[in-house]
Protein backbone atom coordinates (compact mmCIF):
# COMPACT_ATOMS: atom_id res chain seq x y z
CA UNK A 1 0.00 0.00 0.00
CA UNK A 2 1.11 3.64 -0.78
CA UNK A 3 1.77 6.49 2.07
CA UNK A 4 -1.47 7.90 1.43
CA UNK A 5 -2.88 4.91 2.10
CA UNK A 6 -1.99 3.01 5.07
CA UNK A 7 -0.65 4.61 8.43
CA UNK A 8 2.83 5.21 8.47
CA UNK A 9 5.40 3.50 10.90
CA UNK A 10 6.77 6.24 12.54
CA UNK A 11 10.02 5.88 15.25
CA UNK A 12 10.96 8.58 17.97
CA UNK A 13 14.42 9.01 18.65
CA UNK A 14 14.87 10.09 21.98
CA UNK A 15 11.92 9.99 24.53
CA UNK A 16 13.10 12.70 27.04
CA UNK A 17 10.47 15.84 27.84
CA UNK A 18 9.63 16.50 24.67
CA UNK A 19 10.05 13.70 22.58
CA UNK A 20 7.72 11.54 25.26
CA UNK A 21 4.81 13.81 24.00
CA UNK A 22 5.99 13.15 20.03
CA UNK A 23 5.70 9.16 21.30
CA UNK A 24 2.06 10.08 23.12
CA UNK A 25 0.98 11.86 20.15
CA UNK A 26 1.73 9.16 17.24
CA UNK A 27 0.89 6.31 19.59
CA UNK A 28 -2.65 8.24 19.56
CA UNK A 29 -3.13 9.87 16.11
CA UNK A 30 -4.97 8.28 13.53
CA UNK A 31 -2.70 8.26 10.42
CA UNK A 32 0.61 7.06 12.15
CA UNK A 33 1.50 3.86 13.89
CA UNK A 34 4.38 4.44 16.75
CA UNK A 35 6.28 1.63 15.60
CA UNK A 36 9.58 2.11 17.70
CA UNK A 37 11.31 4.41 20.18
CA UNK A 38 15.14 4.65 21.09
CA UNK A 39 17.17 6.39 23.38
CA UNK A 40 20.67 5.84 24.47
CA UNK A 41 18.98 5.95 28.33
CA UNK A 42 18.78 2.09 29.08
CA UNK A 43 15.98 3.28 31.33
CA UNK A 44 14.02 5.70 29.53
CA UNK A 45 14.19 3.43 26.65
CA UNK A 46 12.97 0.55 28.22
CA UNK A 47 10.31 2.02 30.00
CA UNK A 48 9.03 4.37 26.77
CA UNK A 49 8.75 0.80 24.72
CA UNK A 50 6.90 -0.69 27.84
CA UNK A 51 4.20 2.14 28.32
CA UNK A 52 3.81 1.37 24.86
CA UNK A 53 3.71 -2.37 24.16
CA UNK A 54 6.65 -1.97 21.84
CA UNK A 55 9.57 -4.34 21.11
CA UNK A 56 12.73 -2.71 22.95
CA UNK A 57 14.89 -1.24 20.18
CA UNK A 58 18.55 -1.69 20.86
CA UNK A 59 20.17 -0.11 18.19
CA UNK A 60 19.29 2.84 15.74
CA UNK A 61 19.82 0.76 12.60
CA UNK A 62 17.10 -1.86 14.46
CA UNK A 63 14.74 1.00 14.56
CA UNK A 64 15.59 2.44 10.64
CA UNK A 65 14.36 -0.90 9.96
CA UNK A 66 11.00 -0.97 11.00
CA UNK A 67 9.96 2.66 9.86
CA UNK A 68 8.94 5.44 7.48
CA UNK A 69 9.59 8.39 9.23
CA UNK A 70 11.45 9.57 12.00
CA UNK A 71 11.23 12.26 14.72
CA UNK A 72 14.16 13.39 16.07
CA UNK A 73 14.09 14.73 19.77
CA UNK A 74 17.79 14.74 21.22
CA UNK A 75 20.55 16.92 21.53
CA UNK A 76 21.36 19.57 18.64
CA UNK A 77 24.70 17.95 18.31
CA UNK A 78 23.25 14.65 17.30
CA UNK A 79 20.88 15.95 14.45
CA UNK A 80 23.51 16.13 11.11
CA UNK A 81 24.37 12.35 12.14
CA UNK A 82 20.99 10.54 12.80
CA UNK A 83 18.86 12.62 10.12
CA UNK A 84 21.32 11.81 7.70
CA UNK A 85 21.08 8.26 8.29
CA UNK A 86 17.44 8.18 8.20
CA UNK A 87 17.76 10.06 4.63
CA UNK A 88 20.15 7.83 3.25
CA UNK A 89 18.06 4.46 4.51
CA UNK A 90 14.99 6.79 2.47
CA UNK A 91 13.08 7.51 6.00
CA UNK A 92 11.71 10.84 6.04
CA UNK A 93 12.50 13.00 8.76
CA UNK A 94 10.90 15.81 11.66
CA UNK A 95 14.35 17.33 13.46
CA UNK A 96 13.74 19.44 16.21
CA UNK A 97 14.70 22.93 16.62
CA UNK A 98 17.90 24.04 16.35
CA UNK A 99 17.89 22.00 13.00
CA UNK A 100 22.13 21.30 13.44
CA UNK A 101 24.51 22.88 15.61
CA UNK A 102 26.77 24.61 12.96
CA UNK A 103 25.43 26.56 9.81
CA UNK A 104 28.00 24.13 7.77
CA UNK A 105 26.26 20.62 9.23
CA UNK A 106 23.03 22.40 8.69
CA UNK A 107 23.21 22.82 5.29
CA UNK A 108 24.95 19.50 4.17
CA UNK A 109 21.66 18.07 6.20
CA UNK A 110 19.41 19.87 3.37
CA UNK A 111 21.35 18.50 0.20
CA UNK A 112 21.72 15.08 1.41
CA UNK A 113 18.31 14.87 1.71
CA UNK A 114 17.00 16.50 -1.48
CA UNK A 115 19.24 14.13 -2.93
CA UNK A 116 17.15 11.43 -0.83
CA UNK A 117 14.19 12.74 -1.78
CA UNK A 118 12.62 12.31 1.63
CA UNK A 119 10.66 14.85 3.28
CA UNK A 120 12.35 16.96 5.96
CA UNK A 121 10.69 18.83 8.43
CA UNK A 122 12.32 21.23 11.20
CA UNK A 123 9.94 21.22 14.59
CA UNK A 124 9.69 25.19 14.91
CA UNK A 125 6.37 24.73 16.50
CA UNK A 126 5.25 28.16 16.92
CA UNK A 127 4.48 28.51 13.91
CA UNK A 128 1.79 25.63 14.39
CA UNK A 129 0.19 28.00 17.16
CA UNK A 130 -3.21 28.85 16.33
CA UNK A 131 -2.61 32.55 17.45
CA UNK A 132 0.24 32.86 14.96
CA UNK A 133 -2.32 31.44 12.55
CA UNK A 134 -4.96 33.76 12.67
CA UNK A 135 -2.00 36.55 11.95
CA UNK A 136 -1.73 36.74 8.47
CA UNK A 137 -4.94 38.50 7.55
CA UNK A 138 -4.17 41.17 10.49
CA UNK A 139 -0.98 42.64 10.24
CA UNK A 140 -0.81 44.43 7.35
CA UNK A 141 3.38 44.83 6.27
CA UNK A 142 5.54 44.66 9.40
CA UNK A 143 6.97 48.02 10.54
CA UNK A 144 8.14 46.83 13.72
CA UNK A 145 7.68 43.92 15.29
CA UNK A 146 9.09 43.18 19.08
CA UNK A 147 9.37 39.94 21.01
CA UNK A 148 9.83 38.54 24.29
CA UNK A 149 10.23 35.14 25.11
CA UNK A 150 11.14 34.64 29.67
CA UNK A 151 11.47 31.67 31.02
CA UNK A 152 11.70 31.04 34.68
CA UNK A 153 15.28 29.36 35.56
CA UNK A 154 15.31 25.45 34.80
CA UNK A 155 18.54 23.26 35.14
CA UNK A 156 17.18 21.95 32.12
CA UNK A 157 18.09 23.10 28.61
CA UNK A 158 21.46 24.51 29.80
CA UNK A 159 23.76 22.78 27.68
CA UNK A 160 22.79 25.38 24.79
CA UNK A 161 22.62 29.08 24.94
CA UNK A 162 19.39 30.88 25.05
CA UNK A 163 19.52 32.20 21.41
CA UNK A 164 19.20 28.50 19.73
CA UNK A 165 16.74 27.09 22.96
CA UNK A 166 14.42 30.20 22.92
CA UNK A 167 15.08 33.08 20.89
CA UNK A 168 15.14 30.67 17.74
CA UNK A 169 11.61 30.60 17.59
CA UNK A 170 10.91 34.43 17.34
CA UNK A 171 13.60 34.51 15.03
CA UNK A 172 11.81 32.14 12.83
CA UNK A 173 8.27 33.71 13.47
CA UNK A 174 10.06 37.04 12.43
CA UNK A 175 11.52 35.86 8.94
CA UNK A 176 8.18 34.50 8.60
CA UNK A 177 5.81 37.51 9.30
CA UNK A 178 7.77 39.62 6.67
CA UNK A 179 8.76 36.97 4.78
CA UNK A 180 12.55 37.90 4.40
CA UNK A 181 15.80 37.79 6.33
CA UNK A 182 17.55 40.52 7.47
CA UNK A 183 20.19 42.61 6.25
CA UNK A 184 21.66 43.61 9.97
CA UNK A 185 22.14 41.95 12.69
CA UNK A 186 22.71 43.78 16.06
CA UNK A 187 22.75 41.91 19.41
CA UNK A 188 24.04 41.87 23.50
CA UNK A 189 23.99 38.72 25.35
CA UNK A 190 24.90 37.94 28.96
CA UNK A 191 26.07 34.39 31.26
CA UNK A 192 24.80 35.06 34.26
CA UNK A 193 23.96 31.48 36.07
CA UNK A 194 25.44 29.44 33.01
CA UNK A 195 28.59 29.52 31.05
CA UNK A 196 26.88 30.50 27.84
CA UNK A 197 24.20 33.65 27.43
CA UNK A 198 21.59 33.10 29.65
CA UNK A 199 19.94 36.45 28.38
CA UNK A 200 19.85 38.03 25.10
CA UNK A 201 18.61 41.12 22.84
CA UNK A 202 18.83 41.08 19.11
CA UNK A 203 17.69 43.92 16.76
CA UNK A 204 16.87 42.46 13.08
CA UNK A 205 16.80 44.84 10.26
CA UNK A 206 15.09 43.26 6.99
CA UNK A 207 14.67 44.55 3.64
CA UNK A 208 12.29 47.38 3.64
CA UNK A 209 13.23 48.88 6.88
CA UNK A 210 10.94 46.99 9.45
CA UNK A 211 13.13 46.42 12.70
CA UNK A 212 12.42 43.13 15.06
CA UNK A 213 13.09 44.10 18.48
CA UNK A 214 14.12 40.47 20.60
CA UNK A 215 14.00 39.89 24.19
CA UNK A 216 14.56 35.59 25.09
CA UNK A 217 15.68 35.26 28.83
CA UNK A 218 15.65 31.95 30.83
CA UNK A 219 16.41 33.59 34.36
CA UNK A 220 13.24 35.59 34.53
CA UNK A 221 10.61 35.85 37.24
CA UNK A 222 7.93 35.84 35.55
CA UNK A 223 7.69 33.66 32.25
CA UNK A 224 6.29 35.62 29.11
CA UNK A 225 5.56 34.59 25.40
CA UNK A 226 4.76 37.59 23.38
CA UNK A 227 5.06 39.50 20.12
CA UNK A 228 3.78 42.73 18.70
CA UNK A 229 3.55 43.62 15.45
CA UNK A 230 2.98 47.47 14.45
CA UNK A 231 2.40 48.20 10.59
CA UNK A 232 0.95 51.36 8.90
CA UNK A 233 -2.40 52.09 10.64
CA UNK A 234 -2.27 48.72 12.30
CA UNK A 235 -1.26 47.23 15.55
CA UNK A 236 -1.84 43.40 16.37
CA UNK A 237 -0.80 41.72 20.15
CA UNK A 238 -0.22 37.85 20.05
CA UNK A 239 0.04 35.97 23.56
CA UNK A 240 1.78 32.59 22.35
CA UNK A 241 1.06 30.95 25.82
CA UNK A 242 -2.86 31.90 26.10
CA UNK A 243 -3.00 31.53 22.40
CA UNK A 244 -4.63 34.82 22.12
CA UNK A 245 -4.71 37.09 19.71
CA UNK A 246 -5.76 41.61 20.14
CA UNK A 247 -5.62 44.23 17.56
CA UNK A 248 -5.95 47.71 16.47
CA UNK A 249 -6.82 49.12 13.07
CA UNK A 250 -7.29 52.28 11.66
CA UNK A 251 -10.56 52.66 9.36
CA UNK A 252 -11.39 55.36 6.85
CA UNK A 253 -14.86 56.96 7.35
CA UNK A 254 -17.66 54.64 5.43
CA UNK A 255 -15.11 52.18 4.51
CA UNK A 256 -16.44 48.90 5.14
CA UNK A 257 -14.36 47.22 8.41
CA UNK A 258 -14.58 43.61 9.41
CA UNK A 259 -17.39 42.59 11.70
CA UNK A 260 -15.16 41.51 14.27
CA UNK A 261 -14.04 44.70 14.87
CA UNK A 262 -16.12 47.38 17.34
CA UNK A 263 -15.38 51.10 16.71
CA UNK A 264 -13.52 52.65 19.88
CA UNK A 265 -13.28 55.90 19.15
CA UNK A 266 -13.37 58.59 16.44
CA UNK A 267 -10.11 60.14 14.78
CA UNK A 268 -11.67 63.12 12.86
CA UNK A 269 -12.41 61.39 9.89
CA UNK A 270 -11.01 57.69 11.14
CA UNK A 271 -12.17 55.44 13.53
CA UNK A 272 -10.24 53.31 15.72
CA UNK A 273 -11.49 50.03 16.31
CA UNK A 274 -10.51 46.56 18.23
CA UNK A 275 -10.60 43.31 17.25
CA UNK A 276 -10.04 40.67 20.69
CA UNK A 277 -10.61 36.98 20.06
CA UNK A 278 -8.64 33.53 21.90
CA UNK A 279 -7.47 31.52 19.54
CA UNK A 280 -8.83 27.94 18.06
CA UNK A 281 -7.73 25.76 20.52
CA UNK A 282 -6.08 22.62 19.81
CA UNK A 283 -2.45 21.11 20.60
CA UNK A 284 0.53 22.96 18.32
CA UNK A 285 2.49 19.63 18.16
CA UNK A 286 -0.28 17.29 17.11
CA UNK A 287 -1.05 19.95 14.39
CA UNK A 288 2.78 19.83 13.94
CA UNK A 289 3.05 15.83 13.80
CA UNK A 290 -0.14 15.83 11.32
CA UNK A 291 1.35 18.09 8.62
CA UNK A 292 4.53 16.10 8.49
CA UNK A 293 2.05 13.27 7.83
CA UNK A 294 0.43 14.83 5.61
CA UNK A 295 3.76 16.06 4.08
CA UNK A 296 4.62 12.63 3.17
CA UNK A 297 1.38 11.62 2.38
CA UNK A 298 0.43 14.09 -0.22
CA UNK A 299 4.60 14.30 -1.82
CA UNK A 300 4.53 17.96 -0.91
CA UNK A 301 6.71 20.51 1.47
CA UNK A 302 5.92 20.90 4.95
CA UNK A 303 4.65 23.93 6.64
CA UNK A 304 8.23 24.50 7.75
CA UNK A 305 10.81 22.40 5.20
CA UNK A 306 14.39 22.09 6.20
CA UNK A 307 15.80 25.23 4.00
CA UNK A 308 13.40 27.07 6.33
CA UNK A 309 15.18 25.86 9.35
CA UNK A 310 18.57 26.20 8.19
CA UNK A 311 17.62 29.87 7.05
CA UNK A 312 16.50 30.36 11.07
CA UNK A 313 19.77 29.22 12.50
CA UNK A 314 21.48 30.97 10.20
CA UNK A 315 20.02 34.46 11.43
CA UNK A 316 20.18 32.75 14.89
CA UNK A 317 23.98 32.06 14.82
CA UNK A 318 24.47 35.77 13.36
CA UNK A 319 22.73 36.72 16.78
CA UNK A 320 25.67 34.44 18.52
CA UNK A 321 28.55 36.34 16.85
CA UNK A 322 27.21 39.69 17.35
CA UNK A 323 26.63 39.14 20.96
CA UNK A 324 30.25 37.51 21.23
CA UNK A 325 31.55 41.32 19.06
CA UNK A 326 29.46 43.60 21.60
CA UNK A 327 31.25 41.92 24.29
CA UNK A 328 34.83 42.76 22.27
CA UNK A 329 33.60 45.99 22.26
CA UNK A 330 32.88 47.04 25.51
Known amino acids: MDEGRRPLKVGVVGVGHLGSHHARIYHSAAG ?6 FDTDPAKNQAAAEKYLLPVCRSMEDLFERVDAVSIVTPTDSHFTIAGEAAARGKHVLVEKPVCGTLEEAQKLAANVAKAGVIA ?13 SLPERIGRPRFIEAHRLNQFSPRGLATDVLLELMIHDIDLARWLTGSEPVEVHAAGVPVLSATDDIA ?17 RISANPMRKIRIFSQDHYTSVDLAAKSVES ?5 AGSPMDGNYRTLAQLGERAIARWSAPADVYDALEAELEDFRLAI ?28 EHVGAV
Open 32 to 37: WELAVV
Open 121 to 133: AVGHIERFNPAVQ
Open 201 to 217: NARLVFPGGCIANLTAS
Open 248 to 252: YRLFD
Open 297 to 324: AEQRAPRVPIDEGVKSLKVALDVARACR
